[in-house]
């Protein structure tokens, strides 16, 4: 691979599967450069109509908080669909949800402080465009086909492949919003333990953060239809992975996996490239292709790991991705209950003895049921709210032995977990009861 400068032409070696490995690698810190990112998504809505927001509705609201707020537009075709300021950003989902992703923070008060904000600084501009935004896992009313597509080009490949992949594969992506934490490992080891601590623990998550039992205006049989649509997306890219509980597990183990997927697309000079289902190691093999001519590079490794879509995702740091959207103080209780869970060495070594027998079947079967039955799912012939009991008291316990007073942030879901009724339950019992089975109610319930 060949590379010309101004005075000169530098050539560099072919990209290697060690050099995958030493890209995840290159995440470690020491803990005491560990910090938290938290990302969330949001429906917007017409006031007015309840229906969703268009394109146009979209990109005002990116350009008033750009220019009030003194954010950098991202463009694309001459169209804003994005903003970013420091090391924070906003973006757009497929279907037209906004997106915070955070800066890296040291405590749960910076990342809560962030949300608050960036919330008032949408509020303060969609409230004179007559736009809500809702905070729940499924948009409640509207049919796919009342769905905006965002023209960002490389969502026409993402949508294509669900398309084909399976009936519900657009839908995850169109009108599903999460919540998610992002954080650091300081060693493969401590990934590892992270890793399966966390795939395991995701479905108990979900069903503490089930938010999503409306489709199309009514009851879907679901407490959390967001996490359940996943299982029928796309099999090899999304929900539990089981080779994380394999004592071969590591960072190479990883690169084998994502190795073997599909690539969707390249990015050539602004340009999306259309890579026909080849596989990454295709691509670094020289496999005769229309894209043979092109070399791989560490950015379209980055590029491709980032079109992988489980319930825990690995980076230069782990995400966890198995909670519904909902109201703030459940948005701020999630990295609350990862951070105490994972950043604290007794708790996260508690958990792992807990999960250790648990078998990779039982897992799967928690992955299947929790998005129906929540923390009624029976687990061991007890409820799983027991479990929730027992890792909301680990995360707890770590969070006081972080020392910054951040156990308050779980109140919002320990009140769930004391309850045993998640917030999908709540919504189904107002609209049953209060709302009298008219969905509209939700809108003003959930608006933030």
Known sequence: MVTATASSVVTTKPLTKEDLIAYFASGCKPKE?????????????????????????????????????????????????????????????????????????????????????????????????????????????????????????????????????????????????????????SSENDMIKKFRASLALQPVVTAMFANSPFSNGKPNGFLSVRSHIYLDSVKNRTGMLPFVFDDSFGFERYVEYALDLPMLFLIRNKTYLNCRGMTFRDFMSGKISHLSKEQPTIDDWETHIGTIWPDVRLKKYLEMRGADGGPLGMLCALPAFWVGLLYDEDSLQTTLNMIDDWTPEEIEMLRTQVPITGLKTMFRDMPLKHVAEDILKLAKDGLDRRGYNETGFLNAVAEVVRTGVTPAEKLLELYNGDWGQNIDHVFRGLQY
Request: with cysteine.
């Open 33 to 185: 450069m560990w910090r938290i990112g938290t990302e969330h998504e949001k429906f917007g809505f017409e006031v007015k109509t309840l229906r969703p927001l268009k394109f146009e509705q979209i990109t005002a609201l990116l350009n008033g908080i750009a220019e009030r707020f003194d954010w950098d537009k991202v463009m694309e075709n001459e169209r804003t669909i994005g903003l970013t300021q420091g090391m924070k950003s906003i973006s757009l989902e497929p279907g037209g949800q906004l997106e915070l992703s955070g800066a890296p923070l040291e405590t749960l008060h910076q990342t809560c402080d962030e949300l608050h904000s960036h919330l008032h600084q949408v509020k303060n501009v969609a409230e004179e465009l007559d736009i809500g935004f809702l905070g729940i896992g499924y948009e409640p009313k509207s049919s796919i086909q009342d769905v905006t597509l965002v023209p960002k080009r490389r969502f026409d490949f993402v949508n294509d492949h669900l398309a084909r992949a399976s009936l519900s594969g657009p839908d995850v992506f169109l009108r599903t919003c999460t919540v998610q934490v992002n954080l650091d490992y």
